[in-house]
């Protein structure tokens, strides 16, 4: 098929679910004019069955173009180092300035959600801050359950060789589930379809792992990160507390990871995260990689989570969950922009057990 593979593959998920569960970029070659969408309640686990539709007449055949695909995977959530196996330069590159080193007006430039913020005149309130929302991010992951979700998502690729963006919408159930270990943090993320058959989307962006994110405030991880407290900004009516981080690579214990083709890097990030001055959540989380990893071709990308409370009628069980989610980026030849929306959060249980052969 003439494919080669980007993956960034993301910490506590078995090896027959990395594939399927990562970010996928799938570069369609298309004629001049041509989109592509697909709708879909009940996608099948090789993907969406479509076609293209241009501005002529025609219908453009999808099986035309399969072979001009271009794959590509990514998956951001911290992976745990110890467990990744390849080219390992990623600590000896110098990383360029990041969000803790910027300057007010260099940070509102390049954050510009920031453009309102009051900044702090003293780094004082950092350390308490960092204990209790690390105490708040320990606690989530330590009482989370196995939950399920409706996700609709709307994933666009563009690019200067095509005259119309693809397209790419969809209805899912997006499930987040615990696994069993020492390291809580490491849930496993994917999607399925009506049937709950896994699905492998095709064609398109396929972004996941956001309820993962926080993890980056574990207690655990916060060694393998620098931070810096820049005040206050107003999110959801509060007051909230702002922090940026950026990761340490000599010493961080996670990061992404990223392969294409036969060459592999590892990817850290930086961010910022908005914090609810009183129960010390996560309202908001920003994640950009801290430079290009120009080895796969990944030139940026930044991740954008609002987090809002869910309280599931079993038990009266609350967690704080992804609520909006914009992915966008750009490698070599591509720029994607992925919208997520999710709703009607349900507990998910799996039961097991033998039935009685003689009743």
């Known amino acids: 098929m003439g494919r080669n593979a980007l993956s960034i593959r993301a910490g506590g998920l078995g090896r027959s679910l990395l594939r399927s569960v990562a970010l996928a970029v799938l570069m369609l070659a298309t004629g001049p004019g041509a989109a592509w969408r697909c709708v879909s309640t009940a996608v099948e686990p090789q993907g969406c069955a479509a076609t293209f539709t241009s501005t002529g007449k025609d219908p453009i055949d999808f099986t035309e173009h399969r072979a001009k695909l271009r794959a590509a995977f990514l998956y951001l959530p911290p992976r745990p180092l110890c467990q990744v196996t390849g080219p390992q330069g990623a600590e000896s590159q110098a990383v360029p300035k990041t969000f803790l080193d910027l300057t007010p007006d260099e940070l509102a430039k390049e954050v510009p959600e920031l453009k309102h913020l009051k900044f702090a005149n ?4 950092l350390p308490q801050i960092l204990e209790r929302v690390g105490a708040a991010v320990a606690d989530f992951f330590d009482n989370f359950s196995n939950t399920t979700s409706a996700e609709h998502v709307l994933f666009t690729v563009e690019s200067q060789k095509l005259e119309l963006p693809l397209h790419y919408e969809a209805m899912f159930d997006y499930l987040a589930l615990a696994k ?3 390291d809580k943090t490491r849930l496993q993320e994917y999607r399925t379809d009506s049937k709950g058959q896994q699905v492998n989307v095709r064609g398109t962006v396929a972004t996941a ?3 993962t994110l926080p993890a980056y405030f574990h207690p655990n991880y ?9 005040g206050r900004d107003m999110v959801k009516g509060l007051s909230a507390y702002v922090v940026a981080f950026t990761q340490r690579p000599e010493v961080a214990r996670q990061a992404g990871w990223v392969a294409f083709d036969d060459k592999a890097a590892y990817v850290f990030v ?3 995260a ?3 001055p009183a129960r010390f ?8 990689i801290q430079r290009p990893e120009l080895s796969v071709g990944l030139q940026r990308e930044t991740t954008e989570v609002e987090y809002s409370e869910v309280t599931f009628k079993q038990g009266g069980k609350t967690l704080w969950l992804p609520h909006d989610v914009i992915v966008s980026g750009q490698t070599n030849q591509y720029t994607f922009h992925n919208q997520h929306r999710y709703s009607d959060y349900r507990l998910f249980t799996v039961q097991t057990g033998e039935k009685d052969k003689n009743p």
């Open 122 to 125: 003293s780094q004082d309130m």
């Open 180 to 182: 069993p270990g020492t």
């Open 209 to 211: 792992g956001f309820v």
């Open 222 to 230: 916060q060694r393998g990160s620098r931070f810096r407290y820049l």
């Open 270 to 272: 930086q961010g910022v």
């Open 274 to 276: 908005w914090i609810d």
């Open 281 to 288: 959540r996560i309202l908001r989380l920003r994640t950009d």
